[in-house]
């Protein structure tokens, strides 16, 4: 975090004051309140205005990890509830561990950026269940209060709304032992998540029953922590769970921030306003466009870490029960990346900690265009390095600042790994490894079988079918598992089919074993690194129907047969005329198989080619700003489409091949003159970097 102070104010248009006026706005708006009372405030009240919740945030690094800590037994920390009391941040959580379920932590720490440097204190006022807390100071009876989700075997009934007072909010033992507060379930099974804030006569407790349902009871500040009434629907709608209250500063409006969950399980947070805590919740501004805090709306600029937005808790003015706090302040919740918790049950999610802090505007310009590019998209963003550039210390610096996944340009293909006489050479493989270790990039493993890469001798072996089955296994077997664990994904076969027809390709492999040769390669590459992703990558598949068709099959047959292929590498070697309609086309075929979708090798060139070495049509010789500047939006509808079609859990990432024209294949390859990349031939940033990275940012 930035040098820390308090929270952040931000000098946004957006302040508390038009805020202020926006409630009353909605009410004058909706016309649905009947619970008013002061209609006349609404005589001078600016219309309601959508921008006035257009909510901008920034998050860096999480704020604290499960797996930070020593303790190998913690999967994660969730469901943070924080005061800031005498200089200090004290912070309750949940931790979710291996051996028990659910215990429930407290840290303190001066600032946000100290908080992973303090081990979290397992609270020792409960034995079993305990979750979700609540912390605030109950000024009538001078206490601190926590409130939570627990259960015990001697309650009746055992599950309940529960709460533990405290004189010393600084000391983990001072909590009382933990009491069930009779809180009557709902017609509902589950009933969780609950919150209590009180005006001058009563205190409420809400909560959320995870079926759209957000119910309210309440009790006199006198009765506090008993004596609650039955529960009655608060709020009925498009919510999920941890429905969390508010009383904005200076006026009588209640905001409440409720999580809401996407269908693909992604979570996020809408806003309601009502006017007194027993009255009607509106969403803000309306339930379809009341959003928050997700994360297209919130700019990662440490990098992406999660896509959830899920419990959390606006930053409070105050520590009291009146539960005060103004809607700039900052946002504590809890994430993780889709990619880390799919497949997982919700108990082994490795929720972090994150703070979102409202950027101004000046923040938010800047937060466009100065950071890594990989920062704007949830999914890893390439690039393919040379020999000559690894040499280069600019060239490796862009590298590693701006992308996060590395794939070697030749250096682990098979004319370079191995020579005449099996002799093996892993010496450029291994820089490049280290090279993308130490810059915190995953390396993807570029390309294990390719006709344009066999060294002859391997060529030789064509007809016999022992020695060329022995080479390959023991070519496959000392490369994967050399780099077995650093390797996240290999290209197990490059450009199997052929253009126009969709017939797999004449190589070797294919005149040997036949088709089959395709499972037989990914069977040896699975078994010497069971972990790796497998893909079978080509090009034009994004444009070429019949080699479309073709590839699908090879990738469908294998399937059915229990093949371990896990993606589809598209190399997406385009030109500017290349219609997005088509690729759309193609891509949703491709994601029909839910196989991991990599766009492998993207540039965009202006001339034309016709697939073959020296086959360049130069037609374009200089590069004006209207092709710059057209050149910039079809990065941008690149990264769109893949955004638009790809979901979560199949988006392997971008990977540039190359990232700047003065170092791009497509010159001395094809015979051309061309520029099909985001940086230039002095290495500078063109319209096509910014195009991009919008678009990487798209949802
Ligand atoms: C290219 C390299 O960039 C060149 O340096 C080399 O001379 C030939 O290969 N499809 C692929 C890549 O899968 O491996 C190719 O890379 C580009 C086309």
């Known amino acids: 975090m930035r ?86 941040w004290h912070l309750f959580c949940t931790l979710r561990g291996k051996e028990r379920s659910h215990a429930m932590v407290y840290s303190s720490f001066d600032d946000f950026e100290e908080a992973a440097q303090t081990t979290p204190i397992v609270l020792p006022n409960h034995d079993g269940y305990f979750c979700a807390p609540q912390v605030f100071y109950f ?8 409130i939570c989700q627990a259960k015990d075997d001697d309650w009746s009934p055992k599950y309940q709304a529960a709460f533990a007072t405290s004189e010393d909010i600084a000391d983990p033992n001072a909590w009382s032992a933990l009491q069930p507060m009779n809180v009557a379930r709902p017609p509902e099974d589950r009933f969780l998540d609950f919150w209590v804030i009180c005006d001058e006569e009563k205190a409420y ?64 947070f809408k806003a309601y306003l009502a006017e007194q805590l027993d009255g009607a919740w509106q969403p803000v501004p309306s339930d379809s466009i009341g959003t928050y805090a997700a994360v297209e709306n919130v700019v990662q600029v440490d990098g992406s870490w999660t896509n959830s937005i899920s419990h959390g808790e606006l930053i409070r003015d105050g520590i009291d029960e009146k539960m005060e706090a103004s809607l700039d302040n ?188 395709l499972e037989m390669v990914f069977r040896m590459a699975h078994e010497a690194d069971p972990s790796a992703k497998l893909f079978l990558n080509d090009y034009n598949i994004e444009r070429d129907s019949a080699k479309l068709e073709g590839f699908l099959k090879i990738v469908r047959d294998l399937k059915q047969k229990g093949v371990p292929i896990h993606g589809i590498g598209m190399q997406m070697h385009i030109r500017m ?13 491709c994601v029909e198989t839910g196989l991991l979708i990599h766009f492998s090798e993207v540039d965009i060139i202006f001339n034309r080619h016709n697939d073959s070495k020296g086959g360049g049509k130069q037609k374009y010789n200089e590069l004006t700003e209207e092709m710059k500047v057209q050149q910039s939006d079809k990065y941008r509808q690149l990264a769109q489409l893949y955004n638009e079609n790809v979901p979560y859990d199949q988006r392997f990432g971008i990977t540039l091949w190359g990232f700047a024209d003065r170092y791009t294949w497509i010159r001395y390859f094809f015979e051309i003159m061309d520029w099909p990349l985001i940086f230039d031939d002095a290495l500078l940033k063109k319209p096509a970097y910014y195009g991009f990275m919008e678009g990487l940012g798209s949802e």
């Not at 990890?65 to 994660?76: G, N, R, S, V, Y």
């Not at 005329?577 to 075929?589: Q, S």
């Open 139 to 146: 000024t009538p009876q001078e206490k601190w209060y926590m």
């Open 330 to 517: 900052p946002f504590i919740f809890q994430g993780v990346l889709h990619r880390n918790r799919a497949g997982k049950k919700y108990g082994n999610i490795p929720w972090r900690l994150g703070l979102l802090n409202q950027m101004n505007d000046a923040e938010e310009q800047d937060s466009t265009t100065n950071r890594p590019l990989y920062t704007a998209a949830p999914y890893p963003v390439g690039t393919s390095i040379r020999l000559n550039m690894l040499r280069n210390d600019t060239v490796m610096n862009i590298a590693g600042y701006e992308f996060n996944s590395l794939t070697a340009g030749n250096a682990m293909k098979m004319r370079r790994v191995i020579r005449e006489g099996f002799e093996y050479n892993f010496e450029e493989a291994d820089e490049y490894l280290d090279y993308a270790e130490s810059h915190d990039m995953r390396m993807f493993g570029h390309t294990l079988l390719w006709h344009s890469s066999m060294p002859d001798f391997v060529k030789e072996l064509e007809g016999d079918s022992a020695a060329l089955y022995n080479f390959t296994k023991q070519y496959i077997d000392t490369l994967v598992s050399r780099y077995k664990g650093r390797i996240d994904a290999w290209d197990v076969v490059n450009e199997p089919v052929l253009d126009g027809t969709g017939e797999l390709r004449e190589n070797a492999w294919y005149n040997t074993f036949g088709a089959d040769y």
């Open 205 to 268: 407790n809400f909560f959320t029953c995870d079926n759209g349902n957000m119910y309210r009871c309440e009790t006199t500040i006198a009765d506090f922590p008993f004596g609650w009434s039955t529960p009655e629907l608060a709020y009925q709608g498009d919510i999920f769970e941890a429905s969390h209250i508010y009383k904005l500063p200076g006026e009588n409006g209640y905001l409440n921030l409720i999580e809401a969950q996407k269908e693909d399980d992604r979570r996020y």
């Open 577 to 589: 005329d290349v219609p997005n309609e088509r690729m759309a086309k193609h891509l949703k075929k």
């Open 3 to 88: 040098g820390y102070i308090y929270y952040k104010r931000t000098q946004k248009s957006k302040s508390s004051l038009s805020f202020l006026h926006v409630v009353v706005g909605i009410f004058l708006a909706i016309g649905t309140i009947t619970s008013c009372e002061n209609s006349d405030r609404t005589t001078n009240a600016p219309a309601y205005q959508e921008a006035d919740f257009a909510f901008k945030w920034e998050l860096k690094n999480p704020i604290l990890d499960a797996a930070m800590f020593d303790e190998e037994d913690w999967i994660a920390i969730k469901d943070p509830s924080i005061v800031r009391y005498e200089g200090k």
